[in-house]
């Protein structure tokens, strides 16, 4: 994480002050602890930008953080476990105190390092204080085949020995990422990946809390949470968490897709660029459309169907509105249900289907797009009287949209349409709509009435689409 912009507080710069100033020295799981008992006697939110997880995950977090465990965060690709991971920074205190100049983070009161308790000793209570910030106490390694125990632990430092140190001085060791995050944070992405004897070096730090490097007669006593992430092992095959390491971590937490889909829609809206406006009911159909993909047979369900594929579908869809504007005129373009269209295709790579699917892969898409725009047509539209806009197409008349049609020309051809006002409200758009709002909601219907049997629809060589005719 880059250093923050804070500027370090006016506090004790010294051991003596330090002590004087009547500073507590607690490891990082107790300062989590009250950190997050007080969140939570005060009703605060504990886990910012974390969407439907509250009666599930969250609970068993808590519980984990407050007993001390060390843990480990199982699921899906794309279930938000390394943005969870990443909210438990804020439960650390702000600033720390460390001594200055050391190369491990030690507090000045419980020196680890051998040239830290020698300046230590040295020093007395003149040793100087720093203060670290809390985003600087959070590390994380994306565990890969070609990780080394060096790379996590440590190992000797070829150029301190070149310098004329001996094999046997502890300060030829470089520390590797684990000692480095000493009372801190440490992220392990995607354990399984991790080669199994690699992960035997983590054995210690989860049980004796140390870490041994090489042949040096050295222990490193190290204060700090391990958190780690996994796919399910009955999906992934490319490794597995040794069984001596599951042992060690004090608890397993199962994270899942979004459960409703007010949460799906939630999390799509927050975690998506959107360069253009996407209204409410254009994202309830990538939300819907993402679940309906979750949940169909044709989809592999043990690689499961990524939260990432929905926000990438938002913003595909805000792309093509942000397109037809400029190819267009348009200055304030509005995706509409039409936009969906462009996902099908772009985001083919992000679904693992079953075998018996090859070559059907766009054909299956298209129709759970389908089905998508058909639910919230009816969850949208219940109880209207839509009669108005099938009488628009009557006696040969029609309606054409398509990606480059503009909002100004769909409504010129709809005209003044009995109930569009109570369906614009009913989508949420207001009172006084932008052209750009209207147009997006009048064709949601007719597509709507489309699926639903109540208007025809042909598909030009150009792509444009008419209703009607």
Do not use: C
């Amino acid at each position: 994480m880059t250093a923050p912009s804070h500027t370090t507080p006016d506090r004790p710069t010294t051991l003596g002050e330090l002590r004087a100033s009547g500073h507590q020295l607690r490891s990082v799981k107790a300062e989590i602890r009250h950190n997050l008992l007080a969140l939570m006697r005060d009703d605060e939110p504990r886990f910012e930008g974390i969407v439907g997880f509250d009666l599930t995950v969250l609970p068993e977090l808590e519980r984990a953080l407050l007993a001390g465990h060390d843990l480990v965060l199982l699921g899906e690709r794309g279930q938000g476990k390394t943005r969870l991971i990443r909210s438990l920074v804020a439960l650390l205190d702000e600033w720390t105190p460390v001594i200055d100049g050391a190369e491990l983070a030690e507090h000045p009161y419980d020196p680890i390092t051998p040239a830290s308790r020698r300046r230590a000793a040295e020093l007395g209570d003149e040793l100087p204080v720093a203060w670290r910030h809390r985003s600087l106490r959070y590390s994380e390694k994306l565990a890969t085949p070609d990780t080394s125990v060096g790379d996590l632990i440590g190992d000797v430092d070829p150029i301190r020995v070149a310098q004329g140190r001996t094999l046997g001085d502890p300060e030829t060791i470089h520390y590797g990422l684990v000692p480095r995050t000493h009372r801190g944070i440490f992220a392990i992405n995607e354990l399984p990946d991790l080669a199994e004897r690699i992960q035997v070096s983590l054995l210690n730090v989860l049980e004796e809390r140390d870490v041994q490097v090489r042949g040096y007669q050295l222990r490193l006593p190290l204060d700090l949470l391990l958190v780690a992430s996994a796919n399910p092992e009955d999906y992934t095959n490319r490794g597995r968490i040794i069984t001596p390491l599951k042992d060690r971590f004090g608890a397993e937490i199962r994270t899942h897709y979004p459960l409703d889909l007010d949460d799906e829609i939630t999390l799509v809206r927050q975690e998506a660029e959107l360069v253009a406006e996407v209204p409410e009911h254009v994202l309830e159909v990538v939300a819907r459309f993402t679940r309906d993909v979750r949940e169909s047979p044709s989809v592999d369900a043990r690689s499961g169907v990524s939260a990432r594929f929905a926000v990438a579908g938002a913003e595909t869809v805000a792309a093509a509105a942000l397109r037809r504007g400029a190819l267009r005129g348009e200055d304030e373009p509005v995706a509409r249900v039409g936009d969906t269209e462009s996902i099908v295709g772009t985001l083919r790579g992000k679904v693992e289907f079953e075998s018996g699917e090859e070559g059907r892969e766009t054909e299956v898409l298209a129709h759970l797009l389908r089905i998508a725009v058909a639910e919230t047509f009816r969850s949208r539209t219940a109880g209207l009287d839509l009669g108005s806009f099938v009488t628009l197409v009557e006696d040969g008349e029609s309606v054409e949209t398509g990606e480059l049609v503009t909002s100004a020309e769909v409504l010129q051809q709809v005209g003044t349409v009995a109930g569009l006002a109570k369906v614009l409200d009913r989508l949420g758009l207001g009172e006084a709509p932008s052209p750009g709002q209207a147009a997006s909601g009048v064709e949601l219907v007719l597509e709507g009435l489309h699926l639903t049997r109540r208007l025809a629809k042909t598909t030009t060589d150009d792509g444009r689409t008419v209703y009607g005719g």
